[in-house]
C-alpha cells in the first residue's frame, strides 16, 4: 500500500487516565506512524459514545476524561498538525451508519463476538444485556468505515471487533454495492507491550485494581509506586538468589530501559543481561533496581510530564483541537454516508433520483 492509500483509524474510551501499559501497548506505536509519515491519514478517535454503553450512568467520568485523555495523547507528542483528533459522539454520520448496518448483523452473531462474550461476563449482565452495549461492535464498524480507514493499530483484544467490522463491510458490499473498505487490524511488534503488569504484579495494569503508573502522576507518585513494587517474594535478604521472572521490575526493565540507560545510570552493569545475572545469583537488593527503574522511567515520564503542563495551563487551545478535528471527522464521514445512502437507495432528495424515477412511472400512464 502506498502513502495515499493509508487510512490508519484508531481510538481509546475515555473512561480514565493513560498509564505506562497504554504508553508500551498502543500510544508509541501511534507515535511511531506519526513520525513516519507514511499515510493520508492518521486519526485518533476519543470513544465516547462507546465508553456510555456501559457507563450511561456516568456521564461526569467520561465528560471529564475526554480531556484527560487527550491531554495524555498530547504529553506524548501527539501533534495535532499531524493526526486529526475527534470525539464520537460529535460525529452523528457515526450513529447514523450504525443503525443501518445492524440490519446486517445477528444477535447470535454479537453474542458470539469473543471480546462482547468476556465482557459480558464479566459485567454480569445475564439476561439483561443492554442493547447498546451488546451492539457496540457495529458502532465500531461505522467508526473504522466511515473513514474508510484500512489500517486499524489495536490491541489483541480488538481482533474480533475487526473481524466484525469486516464481516459487516463484506455484507454491505455484496448487497449495495461496493462502497465500505475492509480494514486490517496492525497489532503492536513489541509483544511483551500488551502484558505490562500492574506494580502489584498483578498481569494487567488496571484502574481499578490501582496497580498503574499513569502519564500524569507526579514524580513523587511514580517513586512512592516504583519503591513499593511487588518483586520476587522469596528474596528477602541482599545475599539470597533472585528470580527475575514475573518480577515485575524487571518486566519493566525489559520493556523500557536501553543501555544508554545502564551507561547514564547504572555503570557498573553493561547490560540487563548483566543485571539480571546478578540478581539471579544473590548480591543484588531490590531497592538499586528499583531506583535504576525509577530513574528510567522518570526519563521517559518527564519530558511527558513538561508537555503535559504546557497544554494543562492551555485548555482552551486542546478543546479547540478537538473541535477543530471533530469538524474535519464530520466531512469525512458525511462523504461516507453519503454514499452509503445512496448505495442504499435512501437518498430520495439528491441528485433528482426520486423526480426522475417517478415523473417516468407516471408521465408514460
Ligand atoms: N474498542 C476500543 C477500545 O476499547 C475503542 C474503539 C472504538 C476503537 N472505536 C474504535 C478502536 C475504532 C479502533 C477503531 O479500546
Do not use: C
Not at 90 to 109: D, G, I, K, W
Request: aromatic fraction near 8%; hydrophobic fraction near 35%.
Amino acid at each position: 500500500m502506498n502513502k495515499s492509500e493509508k487510512i490508519i483509524l484508531t481510538g481509546d474510551r475515555p473512561t480514565g487516565r493513560l498509564h505506562t501499559g497504554h504508553l508500551v501497548g498502543s500510544l508509541k506505536n501511534r507515535l511511531k506512524l506519526q513520525e513516519e509519515g507514511n499515510y493520508e491519514k492518521l486519526l485518533i478517535m476519543i470513544a465516547d459514545s462507546q465508553a456510555l454503553t456501559d457507563n450511561w450512568e456516568n456521564p461526569e467520568k467520561i465528560r471529564e476524561n475526554i480531556i484527560e485523555v487527550a491531554l495524555d495523547y498530547l504529553s506524548i507528542g501527539l501533534d495535532p498538525k499531524k493526526v486529526i483528533f475527534f470525539i464520537q459522539s460529535q460525529v452523528p454520520a457515526l450513529t447514523e451508519l450504525t443503525f443501518y448496518y445492524a440490519n446486517l448483523v445477528t444477535v447470535s452473531r454479537l453474542e458470539r463476538n469473543p471480546t462482547v462474550k468476556n465482557e459480558l461476563k464479566l459485567k454480569n449482565f445475564e439476561t439483561n444485556i443492554p442493547v447498546g452495549f451488546l451492539t457496540y461492535p457495529i458502532s465500531q464498524a461505522a467508526d473504522i468505515t466511515a473513514f474508510k480507514a484500512n489500517i486499524i493499530p489495536v490491541g489483541e483484544d480488538q481482533l474480533p471487533m475487526i473481524e466484525q467490522t469486516r464481516e459487516i463491510v463484506r455484507t454491505f458490499n455484496r448487497i449495495y454495492g461496493n462502497v465500505l473498505v475492509e480494514p486490517t487490524a496492525v497489532l503492536p511488534e513489541n509483544k511483551s507491550a500488551f502484558r505490562l503488569p500492574g506494580i502489584d504484579g498483578n498481569a494487567k495494569m488496571s484502574k481499578s485494581l490501582g496497580n498503574g503508573i499513569y502519564l500524569a502522576d507526579s514524580k513523587e507518585e511514580v517513586k512512592r509506586k516504583i519503591m513499593s513494587m511487588y518483586t520476587d517474594p522469596n528474596h528477602i535478604k541482599i545475599e539470597d538468589k533472585g528470580n527475575t521472572k514475573n518480577n515485575p521490575v524487571f518486566t519493566y526493565l525489559e520493556v523500557f530501559s536501553t543501555e544508554q540507560d545502564f551507561e547514564k545510570f547504572l555503570p557498573e552493569y553493561k547490560n540487563l543481561e548483566e543485571l539480571k545475572a546478578h540478581y539471579e545469583r544473590g548480591g543484588l537488593g531490590d531497592v538499586k533496581i528499583k531506583k535504576f527503574l525509577l530513574a528510567v522511567l522518570e526519563n521517559i515520564l518527564e519530558p511527558i510530564r513538561e508537555r503535559r503542563a504546557y497544554y494543562e495551563s492551555r485548555i482552551d487551545e486542546v478543546i479547540q483541537i478537538l473541535k477543530e478535528g471533530s469538524i474535519m471527522a464530520n466531512q469525512i464521514a458525511n462523504e461516507t454516508l453519503k454514499e452509503v445512502k445512496e448505495a442504499m437507495k435512501i437518498n430520495y432528495f439528491e441528485e433528482k433520483e426520486l423526480t426522475e424515477q417517478y415523473k417516468k412511472k407516471y408521465q408514460n400512464k
